[in-house]
Each structure stands twice: as C-alpha cells, then as structure tokens.
C-alpha cells in the first residue's frame, strides 16, 4: 500500500503500470518532485490509493517468477 516513485524510461513502467509515481532518473529535480508529491498526498489520497498499491502488487510473487522461469527452461530444453 505504499507509493513508489521509480524511472519512467526502463522496464519499471510495465510493471508500476498506472499506480507508481514515474520520475526521469536523470534530472535530480524531477525525482526530487516525485518524491515530494508522494510525501504531500493527503489521508483521503493515501487511503484511495492503497488498495490499488496492494492489489497491483499481489500479481507479482516469487512463486509466479519460479513458475515462469521453470515453463522457460522447459519451452527451451524442450521438456
């Protein structure tokens, strides 16, 4: 349920979808902003966006990456 401030130009973007905060790694300033609007949300921006934060991040979990990487190794090593 807590925001996340991240880089808008790599891979990240696919996975924060449309609940991260995206920042252009490059500029201190932008990150710097970022960051700031995350820590200035109010209670009532906070608790609507959390459950979005929490469920977003239930399609990602260490099962989900072993289960693909295995499905990988067996389409390559044809098992």
Same mark, same amino acid.
């Given at each position: 349920?807590?925001? $996340?401030?991240?880089? %808008?130009?790599?891979?990240?973007? !696919?996975?924060?979808?449309?609940?991260? =905060?995206?920042?252009?790694?490059?500029?201190? $300033?932008? @990150?710097?902003?970022? @960051?700031? !609007?995350?820590?200035?949300?109010?209670?009532?921006?906070?608790?609507?966006?959390?459950?979005?934060? !929490?469920?977003?991040?239930?399609?990602?979990?260490?099962?989900?990456?072993?289960? !693909?990487?295995?499905?990988?190794?067996? %389409?390559? =090593? %044809?098992?």
């Amino acid at each position: 349920g807590t925001p $996340v401030v991240c880089s %808008k130009n790599s891979s990240l973007t !696919e996975i924060g979808a449309d609940v991260a =905060f995206y920042c252009n790694p490059s500029s201190a $300033v932008d @990150i710097a902003e970022k @960051i700031k !609007e995350v820590c200035s949300l109010s209670e009532n921006q906070r608790s609507t966006l959390a459950p979005k934060l !929490e469920d977003h991040a239930k399609k990602y979990t260490w099962q989900k990456v072993a289960s !693909e990487t295995i499905e990988v190794y067996r %389409k390559v =090593f %044809k098992y």
